[in-house]
C-alpha cells in the first residue's frame, strides 16, 4: 500500500546538477530512514545517501562533497541535489523509506520504481 514515488531525473552534461525527489505516501506511521540508491549497467546496487529523521546524513565516497541528502517530514518526501555530476553518476536511482505503517508494527523497507539519471560527457 506504501508508494515512493521518484521525480526529477533525466539528461545532463558533465559538470551540470538534478535534483531527485522522492514522495511517500499511504498509510504510514512514521518514517525513521530515507536514502537514495543507484544501479548502474552491470553493477549492483549500491547506497548514495540517507538520511534519518533527526537529520543525520551518510554519503557514500564516491558522492561525497557533490551530492546533499534532505527530508521534508512534513511531506515524507526526500530530496537529493547532485552537483557536479560525472558520466559515472549515470544510473537509475532508487528512493528507500525504512518506516513503520503502525505504532506496534516493525520497520520495514520499501522501494521507489527508480528514475533515470544519465551524464554525459
Known amino acids: 500500500q506504501v508508494q515512493l514515488v521518484e521525480s526529477g531525473g533525466g539528461l545532463v552534461q558533465a559538470g551540470g546538477s538534478l535534483r531527485l525527489s522522492c514522495a511517500a505516501s499511504g498509510i504510514i506511521y512514521s518514517i525513521i530512514d530515507m536514502g537514495w540508491y543507484r544501479q548502474a549497467p552491470g553493477n549492483q546496487r549500491e547506497l548514495v545517501a540517507v538520511?534519518?529523521?533527526?537529520?543525520?546524513?551518510t554519503y557514500a565516497d564516491a558522492v561525497k562533497g557533490r551530492f546533499t541528502i534532505s527530508r521534508d517530514n512534513a511531506k515524507n518526501t526526500v530530496y537529493l541535489q547532485m552537483n557536479s555530476l560525472k558520466p559515472e553518476d549515470t544510473a537509475v536511482y532508487y528512493c528507500?523509506?525504512?518506516?513503520?505503517?503502525?505504532?506496534?508494527?516493525?520497520?520495514?523497507?520499501?522501494w521507489g520504481q527508480g528514475t533515470q539519471v544519465t551524464v554525459s560527457s
Open positions: 528507500n523509506a525504512q518506516l513503520r505503517r503502525t505504532y506496534s508494527g516493525g520497520y520495514s523497507n520499501y
Open positions: 538520511v534519518a529523521s533527526g537529520g543525520t546524513t
